[in-house]
C-alpha cells in the first residue's frame, strides 16, 4: 500500500494517527 509506506516514511503523520487513535480509544473506552 502506498499509503502505508507514506505514513511509515512520515515520523510527523505516524505520531498524529497514533494520538487520534488514542483519542478515538480513549473516547470510547
Same mark, same amino acid.
Given at each position: 500500500?502506498?499509503?502505508?509506506?507514506?505514513?511509515?516514511?512520515?515520523?510527523?503523520?505516524?505520531?498524529? @494517527? @497514533?494520538?487520534?487513535?488514542? @483519542?478515538? @480509544?480513549?473516547?470510547?473506552?
Amino acid at each position: 500500500m502506498l499509503v502505508l509506506q507514506q505514513l511509515l516514511l512520515s515520523p510527523t503523520v505516524t505520531v498524529e @494517527f @497514533f494520538i487520534i487513535f488514542i @483519542f478515538i @480509544f480513549g473516547a470510547e473506552a
